[in-house]
């Protein structure tokens, strides 16, 4: 493996940086068997941790992260960075971001000291109601068939989030951003195992769509290891959000193709899928959205995450809260747990926390955030918790009321359908900022859909809703309606220390995300780990049901104790994908990406030191 510095002598000489206007003289060259211009980026290493200064970036990918670098090198600060980072992402790894897709933003300003949020979720039509997933007879749609369908996309948000996030926090323009993301996407990036396994796991819906199968299935099968994926079309579609801006999709002519596309799906012949309801006004009145993070205070720490429509924000605040009722109630503290009692705990805090959001959180008026992330709502749920036995699933939800004395138990719900994909990541500048951003088209190759012509996927975020009420009698927040946006799990989420930035963590995984994130930031607050350990660390996911955990707690005397305890685990390979940033000083940083996990991912500095 390269070393860090080569690496960035490497990448300033030619590909992704040349986007930026640097010299290319010394570009790499391609292999000889590969036809056409040079891939992009195809000799960056991935390295999961880098310390120095000058700015850090970490994404799941060594071309997106470069790209981001190669922005604060030129003077960009973190939202520059982000934005195009994020565009890069959605360029080499099409199938978890994208155009056609949405986000959650979080952004710290270090002038001001506030931490700011962009809800860029997808949106349900104007013509959304209750039952718009449910047949005739009053049962549910085959979630599948919504999934491959114009009836799961969501107006997107990612396009106005990046306008948003540069208005409001950046220096450089959205032309000069999508520049390298135009770049990867017209000469394209060398397939990877994680790619190709992912085009195959999506090849039988994506041959449904000739306008999808045409670039991820060229000649009937996925591109091989080591061929080079170009999109044409998405190169096209990055280049006219560059030359009109985000009017190009909102109301312009990218805007009436997704929308012809949504409601009349191109499809192979003899195969129908359920229309969809979008229109061009419902393309033109999109907004993102400007909401106070969540914040909650953890053992003098500030956490700060996002907000409904996430659920992401409320539930990681409430496991940490919920650690440290657990604190309180035993005397003993998270550090000094064995790993198995650490887990037993964490489990017990996530699965109420699911128990509460599947209740209370979702796109509605009167979502009880403030009281859902308090202390005291949490030291009253926590009189459920035995340390020494789990508590049978699935937990009833709490009363988030204002008034903590009784220990009150509500009823319970069913779980949710989710999924897992998306992606997310990190950004520090060396002003100060951060930033920490979670994007997606839901499921990996989204609805399996691509706009025509202009190269991108589709979202299937409308499958984010429940389809029917969760439980008979409790008042369900996430059924569809009109404008409305699903509930998500993201949680890209900013811890401060004295105001200034401590950490930043952020993860991909359907509902998983959740507890990813609250164990990447436990461990690093609670447990004290090295922030590249607490992001590579085993996986436990506790959402109020059968628990899944990574191999490394299942097959071990971890999962045989916590057996002992209660708890019915189910084996789950991979859990979750994380970035993060640990602040050493205002002007030095640790970035963490993923080390194994999907092929890893990318953590890169500026100057490494
Ligand atoms: N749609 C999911 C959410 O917003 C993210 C997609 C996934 O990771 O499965 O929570």
Redesign the pocket.
Known sequence: MRTPATVLALVTAGGVAAALALPASAAPQAPPDRTGPPPVGHELPKVPVMTGGGGAVASVDPVASQVGIDVLRRGGNAADAAVATAAAVAAVEPYSSGIGGGGFFVHYDARSKKVTTIDGRETAPATFHEKVFLRSDGTPMDFNTVVNSGLSVGVPGTPATWEAALRSHGTMSLNRVLKPAEEIARKGFVVDETFHQDTLDNATRFALFPATAAIYLPGGSPVPVGGIQRNPDLAKAYRELRTHGTKALYTGRMGRDLVKEVRNPSTAPGVTVPKGQLTTADVAAYTVRRKAPTHSEHKGFDVYGMDTP?SGGIAVSQILNLLESFEQRTGRTVKELSEAEYLHWFSEASAMAFADRNRWVGDVPGVPTRELTSQAFADERACLFDPNRAQLRPIPFGSPDGSYAACSRGGTTRLPH?????TSLTVADRWGDVVTYTL?I??YGGSGIVVPGWGFLLNN?LT?FNFAPLAPGVPDPNLPGPGKR?R???APSIVLKGGKPYLTAGS????T?ITTVAQVVAGVVDRGLPVGDAVAVPRLSSRNGTEEAEDAIFTTAIGAELRAKGHVLRQRPVIGNATAIRSLSPSRWTAAAEPVRRGGGSAMVVHPR
């Open positions: 996430s989710d999924g897992q994909s998306t997606t839901e499921q975020e984010d699903p998500s799990s993201m991909p995984g359907g509902a995300i």
